[in-house]
C-alpha cells in the first residue's frame, strides 16, 4: 500500500499495515524475543493487542486488558494473579482510572501463554492501545444500587463486543484518527466522569420514559483539555439502540476525523471543524434513523460517591463493601487475597472503580463482621484517612516513559503526611499525573497536581504544575492551572496552605512534653 508523503508517522505505519495484523505473527515475535522485532511493531502495533513496550523498563512489557465496567471474576482474578506472580518483585497490577487493570513485568516470551489463559476465563486485552476505543466505564455499583436507574452492565459489555468483535478484534475500528473514550452513566453520580469521554451516555426522561442524554467529545491532551458536549441527542437504555449510536459516532469519527496532526486528532476537533449540527446530520445519517432530540435536563442530580466502606444493596440482607486500594497498585499475594475474599464472603466478584479502588459486592450481613476482622483489610481500608482516601495517580516514571516525575511512591508518602499534619473536615481529592497527557486526571480533582521539570538553586528537578476547580458530579467541570513550577522538595507546605485556605482544612494541634 502506498502511503502520502503528508501524512504523519503513526497513519503512515498504519497504512502500511493494521495493527490487528500483529495479532498472527505474535507466536513469532515472542520467539523471536523483543530485540529483534521491528522497531515499529515492538513498539507500536503490539499496543493494539494491549501489548506495551516499557523503554524504562526494556524487556519487560505491560498489559492493558479491557474489562468493561470494571467487573471480573473471582477466577479471573486468580488467573491475573498468577501471571504477575511469575514475576516477582517486577510483577504488579494498577487499577487505572477507567476501571480497568494493566499488568507488569510481563515477558514478551510469555504472552502466547498468557493469552490462551485470559481467553479460557473471558478475558481479552485486544484494542485496548494506540488509536483505539479504551476501556468502557460504567456505574461501578450497577445493578447493586437501590437509587440506581439504569443497570448498565449489558449495555457496556454489548458496546465493547461491538467494537472488538466479541474480543476476537474489529478491522472496522483499528483506524480510529486517535484513542477514544466511551462511558454509561446510569446511577445518579456520575460515577464514570460522563464529561471527560468522546462519548457519554447519562441517564435523562424523555417525558415519562427513562433513556439517556448523548454528550460528545470530551478529551484531556497535552495541547488541550474540553468538558464533553450535548449531541441533542436521546436514545432508549437498549442494546438495539446504544451499540447502533456508538457505531454510528465511531465510524463517522474514523471516516472523516483530522489525521495530519497527533495533537489535533481528538473527536472535539472534528467537532470545531464541522459544527456540531453537521457532525449531528453525519451520525444521523450513519445511525440510519433520525435522533431524538436531548431531553430537556439529566438526572445527574447528586454528589458522587466514591464508595467506599459498608453500603446496603438493592438486594436485601447484602451490602457492598468498598476498600481503599492505595493508589490502585496491586502485588500477586493482595489479587490472591481479593478473589479469596470474594469467593468466601461474596458472589465471587469484584469491581474495580475509576478512583482505583475495588468493590466487593454481596457480602451477606451475618458475614459483615467476619470480613472486616480480615488482614487484607488492614491494608486496603474501609475507613482511610481523608486525604488518602481520595488519593488518585498515574504511573509515573517508574514506568512510564512519559512520565516527568516519579508519582505513585511520592503521592502516597505526601498523603500520609498531610493526614498526619492536618484536621480535614471532608474529603479532598488530589490527582498525581507524570505529565501534561493527564493519565491521573488533575483537571478533574479538587487539587490536581501534573508533573514537570523546573530549575532549583541552578539544578533540574522534578515538580509539579498544580490544578484546581475541577468538581465531579452533578455540577462537573475541568479544573485549571494556579500555580505553576513548584519543586516536589517544596510541596507538602504548599499543599497545607491550599487546604487549610480552601478546604477547612485545620493544623493538627501537637502535644510537647
Known amino acids: 500500500m ?16 493494521d495493527g490487528l495484523a500483529v495479532k498472527d505473527e505474535l507466536e513469532d515475535f515472542a520467539a523471536m524475543g523483543w530485540e529483534a522485532l521491528d522497531k515499529t511493531d515492538l513498539e507500536h502495533r503490539l499496543k493494539w493487542l494491549g501489548i506495551f513496550y516499557r523503554p524504562v523498563t526494556p524487556g519487560k512489557f505491560m498489559v492493558r486488558l479491557r474489562l468493561p ?22 510483577g504488579s497490577a494498577d487499577i487505572t482510572t477507567r476501571q480497568n487493570l494493566q499488568l507488569r513485568g510481563i515477558h514478551l516470551e510469555d504472552i502466547p501463554d498468557i493469552f490462551a489463559k485470559f481467553k479460557a476465563v473471558g478475558i481479552t486485552s485486544i484494542q485496548s492501545g494506540m488509536d483505539n476505543v479504551r476501556n468502557i466505564t460504567g456505574s461501578p455499583v450497577a445493578g447493586i444500587d437501590g437509587n440506581e436507574l439504569i443497570d448498565t452492565r449489558e449495555l457496556v459489555q454489548a458496546v465493547q463486543d461491538m467494537i472488538t468483535n466479541a474480543g476476537e478484534g474489529n478491522p472496522a475500528f483499528t483506524n480510529l484518527p486517535r484513542k477514544f473514550n466511551i462511558a454509561i452513566e446510569g446511577g445518579r453520580d456520575n460515577a464514570v466522569h460522563a464529561e471527560i469521554n468522546d462519548i457519554a451516555f447519562v441517564p435523562a426522561y424523555q417525558g415519562d420514559e427513562l433513556g439517556f442524554n448523548v454528550l460528545v467529545g470530551g478529551f484531556f491532551s497535552a495541547k488541550r483539555c474540553e468538558a464533553a458536549i450535548p449531541l441533542n ?4 437504555p437498549t442494546i438495539e439502540a446504544v451499540v447502533p449510536l456508538c457505531r454510528a459516532i465511531l465510524s463517522v469519527f474514523r471516516d472523516h476525523g483530522p489525521r495530519a496532526n497527533r495533537q489535533k486528532s481528538r473527536l472535539m476537533w ?39 466502606g459498608i453500603h446496603p444493596q438493592l438486594q436485601p440482607g447484602y451490602s457492598f463493601v468498598g476498600l481503599h486500594v492505595p493508589v490502585g497498585r496491586f502485588d500477586a499475594e493482595a489479587m490472591f487475597e481479593l ?14 472503580t475509576v478512583e482505583q479502588n475495588v468493590i466487593l459486592p454481596f457480602i451477606a450481613q451475618e458475614n459483615l463482621d467476619a470480613l472486616l476482622t480480615e488482614p487484607l483489610l488492614q491494608r486496603f481500608s474501609i475507613a482511610p484517612k481523608p486525604v488518602a482516601r481520595s488519593l488518585v495517580s498515574c504511573t509515573g516514571a517508574q514506568f512510564c516513559n512519559f512520565a516527568l516525575v516519579e508519582t505513585k511512591q511520592r503521592a502516597v508518602a505526601i498523603a500520609a503526611t498531610l493526614d498526619e499534619r492536618l484536621e480535614t473536615p471532608q474529603r479532598v481529592r488530589i490527582h498525581w499525573t507524570g505529565c ?10 479538587d487539587i490536581g497536581l501534573m508533573g514537570t521539570k523546573v530549575r532549583k538553586d541552578g539544578k533540574t528537578v522534578e515538580g509539579v504544575d498544580i490544578y484546581m476547580g475541577g468538581t465531579v458530579g452533578k455540577d462537573a467541570q475541568l479544573g485549571t492551572c494556579v500555580q505553576k513550577g513548584i519543586p516536589c522538595e517544596d510541596l507538602i507546605p504548599v499543599l497545607e496552605n491550599l487546604m487549610v485556605e480552601h478546604f477547612g482544612a485545620k493544623p493538627r494541634q501537637t502535644v510537647t512534653l
Not at 502506498?2 to 499495515?17: C, I, Q, R
Not at 441527542?233 to 432508549?236: D, G, N
Not at 472534528?270 to 451520525?283: K, M, P, S, T, W
Open 339 to 352: 478473589a479469596r475474599l470474594a469467593e468466601v464472603y461474596g458472589n465471587g466478584e469484584i469491581r474495580l
Open 436 to 445: 501534561p497527557n493527564s493519565c491521573g486526571q488533575p483537571q478533574v480533582a
Open 2 to 17: 502506498s502511503t502520502s508523503p503528508s501524512l504523519n508517522k503513526f497513519e503512515k505505519f498504519k497504512a502500511e499495515k
Open 270 to 308: 472534528l467537532i470545531d471543524e464541522l459544527g456540531l449540527e453537521q457532525f449531528r446530520a453525519l451520525v444521523v445519517a450513519e445511525f440510519g434513523q433520525p435522533l431524538a432530540a436531548a431531553a430537556d435536563h439529566d438526572e445527574i442530580d447528586w454528589d458522587k460517591r466514591d464508595h467506599i
Open 69 to 90: 465496567n470494571g467487573i471480573l471474576t473471582t477466577e479471573q482474578m486468580r488467573v491475573l494473579a498468577t501471571v504477575v506472580q511469575r514475576y516477582g518483585e517486577d
Open 233 to 236: 441527542a436521546w436514545v432508549p
